[in-house]
């Protein structure tokens, strides 16, 4: 079992930062990830669509591929702000898919929550960054944009 925390002088801006980007970090990973998994099923639904539910190829790859493509992007895009609400007017799509494959009820009601459950899981974890950067009374450390941008580059000839 783990003691009490260190006292607030032990810590310092880093620490906060930290805090913060692994906050923002695990909110994108758990929402990219949901919406990873859905684009699976709106490709899986089209072939669903076409069999059993006698609609057009035409029509259930052009539903069916503008709901995936809009995934992929609104995954891609997920640093911005106004991608977690394109993403829950997504789920909302996947369930309205359920007038068409009424197994879309289920399967998009279950990605709505997946959905819900890991913005709200994010939220969480950026307010107990705040409240350790309460604890610790020093605001994050800034990164320079030149340490942001710089990757690890293997030795040049020069170098050596």
């Known amino acids: 079992m783990s003691g009490p925390p260190l006292a607030p002088s032990e810590y310092d801006g880093d620490d906060v930062a930290l805090m913060y980007r692994d906050a923002v970090k695990g909110k994108r990973r758990l929402t990219s990830s949901v919406l990873a998994m859905e684009v699976v099923v709106f490709w899986l639904a089209i072939i669903v669509a076409i069999v059993q539910d006698h609609v057009s190829v035409a029509a259930a790859l052009a539903v069916g591929g ?8 609104i995954a891609a895009m997920i ?9 829950g007017a997504l789920q909302v799509l996947a369930i309205a898919c359920g007038f ?6 289920i399967v998009g ?3 709505a929550v997946l959905w819900i459950v890991s913005v709200r899981m994010g939220d969480a974890a950026l ?3 705040r409240q ?9 450390t800034p990164t320079p944009p030149s340490a942001r941008s710089k990757a690890p580059t293997a030795p040049t000839r020069s170098d050596v």
Do not use: C, D, Q
């Open 66 to 73: 503008a709901l995936a493509v809009g995934g992929i992007v």
């Open 79 to 87: 640093r911005r702000p106004w991608a977690y609400l394109a993403g």
């Open 100 to 105: 068409v494959v009424p197994a879309m009820f």
């Open 109 to 111: 009601t279950i990605f």
């Open 127 to 129: 307010r107990r960054a």
């Open 132 to 140: 350790f950067e309460a604890y610790v009374g020093r605001p994050p």
